[in-house]
C-alpha cells in the first residue's frame, strides 16, 4: 500500500500559512477517514446493567425534583465516543428516564426522532400528538420529529423507560432543536386498536388526506409478544424469530432513521448474526441472553440480564444465545440499518 506523506514532513512555516487561511492538507489523514477495506469504529462494545442504573436513577429522583430536570434521565453513554458526547453509536442516542407518581414532565416538541421502550412500573402514559399511550412493560411507543409529547404519571410506582433518539444524527448535522409548548388536549383515538389485525388497514372513503406518517405512535408488547410466539409455533425451523416495527400504511420502517425490532430466542437457542455495516442496540425485555462477538476489532461477551442493554458496533458478526433450557428470551433491538439504506451504504458482510 502507497506510503502517505506525513504532516511532520511539511516545513513549519508551510504548515503555519495554511491554518492562518483555514486550510487543510488531505494526504496526512486520508487513511483515517478512508481506511482500506473496512471502517474503524469508535464506538467500542459496551454493556449497560440495569441493576446498576436503577438504584441511580433513583436517587436523581430524590436528589432533583422534575420541575428542575423536566426530563430526569440518565445517559448511556458509549466511552468509545467519549462521554460528553453522549451517544451509544454514531446514530443512536439511549437514556434511561424515571418518573415518579403524581410528576408531569411538560409538553414540547423537537427535531430529534424517539421512542420510548418500557422497562418497569405501570400508571405512566405519554401524549403524542394528542394520544394518550399508557406505559406497560415492554410497549415501545414513537415521538417522531415535530409532534407534541408529554409524560404523565397517575399511578403509585416508579415507571422507567428507555429513551432511543437519533440524537447524535441530528446534533451533528446542526439541525437539532426543541421548542416549549402547553398541555396537550387529548383524543379518544388510538393508532394501536385501529392496526390491530395484520393485512389489513381501514378503509379512507370519506378521508381527503392519505392519513397520518405515524398511524401507529403505540406498539403494545402484549401484542408483539404474542406475533412472536405465533411466528416461532408456525415456523419451528426457522432460526432468526423477529419482527420489524413498521408502518402499517407503507410497511416501512415505524421511523425514518432507526429501526426497531423485536426478536425471540427458543429455549437454549443460539443465533448467528451476520456482521452488517450499522450499529445494533441490544435490550433484554424477558428473560437473559448472551451476547458474544469473535471480531478482534470488538471482541465481546455479555450475558444481559432482564432490562440490561448493549451495543455492538457496525461490522461485527454477533452470536446470541439463550442463557435458559426451558424459558424463551425475548429482545428489543434497534440499529442504523434505515439512515445505511438511506445513505446507499447498508452491507451485509
Not at 504548515?15 to 481506511?35: H, Y
Not at 440518565?74 to 437514556?95: F, W
Request: hydrophobic share 35%; with cysteine.
Amino acid at each position: 500500500m502507497l506510503e502517505l506523506g506525513r504532516l511532520e514532513d511539511l516545513p513549519q512555516e508551510y504548515r503555519d500559512n495554511l491554518t492562518e487561511r483555514n486550510l487543510v492538507p488531505l494526504w496526512p489523514s486520508l487513511r483515517n477517514v478512508l481506511p482500506p477495506a473496512r471502517p474503524r469504529p469508535q464506538t467500542r462494545p459496551t454493556c449497560w446493567s440495569y441493576g446498576d442504573i436503577r438504584p441511580l436513577l433513583l436517587q436523581a429522583g430524590e436528589l432533583t425534583p422534575i420541575e428542575k430536570a423536566e426530563r430526569r434521565v440518565l445517559v448511556l453513554a458509549n466511552p468509545g465516543h467519549g462521554l460528553e458526547k453522549m451517544q451509544a453509536s454514531p446514530a443512536i442516542y439511549l437514556g434511561m428516564q424515571l418518573l415518579l407518581p403524581g410528576e408531569w414532565a411538560p409538553s414540547h416538541r423537537h427535531t430529534p426522532n424517539a421512542v420510548r421502550m418500557v422497562v418497569e412500573g405501570k400508571g405512566a402514559w405519554s401524549a403524542v400528538d394528542g394520544e394518550k399511550c399508557p406505559m406497560e412493560r415492554g410497549d415501545l411507543i414513537l415521538t417522531p420529529t415535530g409532534l407534541w409529547h408529554e409524560h404523565g404519571h397517575d399511578g403509585d410506582e416508579p415507571v422507567i423507560w428507555m429513551d432511543v433518539l437519533d440524537l447524535p444524527l441530528m446534533y451533528y448535522a446542526e439541525v437539532s432543536y426543541h421548542v416549549d409548548g402547553d398541555r396537550q388536549t387529548l383524543r379518544q383515538d388510538h393508532g394501536e386498536r385501529r392496526y390491530l389485525h395484520g393485512g389489513v388497514v381501514p378503509t379512507r372513503h370519506f378521508e381527503r388526506s392519505q392519513g397520518k406518517d405515524y398511524p401507529i405512535l403505540r406498539y403494545p408488547w402484549k401484542e408483539t409478544r404474542a406475533t412472536l410466539v405465533s411466528l416461532a409455533q408456525d415456523q419451528p425451523q426457522e432460526p432468526c424469530i423477529q419482527v420489524s416495527y413498521v408502518n402499517p400504511e407503507t410497511g416501512r420502517d415505524c421511523q425514518n432513521v432507526l429501526g426497531f425490532y423485536a426478536l425471540m430466542l427458543r429455549p437454549g437457542q443460539e443465533l448467528q448474526l451476520p456482521a452488517r455495516s450499522p450499529s445494533c442496540v441490544y435490550h433484554v425485555i424477558e428473560g437473559s441472553a448472551q451476547v458474544n462477538t469473535t471480531d478482534p476489532e470488538a471482541a465481546a461477551q455479555y450475558t444481559l440480564q432482564s432490562a440490561d442493554t448493549c451495543c455492538i458496533p457496525g461490522y461485527t458478526a454477533t452470536t446470541l444465545r439463550n442463557a435458559s433450557a426451558t424459558e424463551p428470551a425475548f429482545l428489543f433491538m434497534a440499529d442504523e440499518a434505515p439512515l445505511h439504506r438511506k445513505l446507499g451504504v447498508y452491507e451485509v458482510r
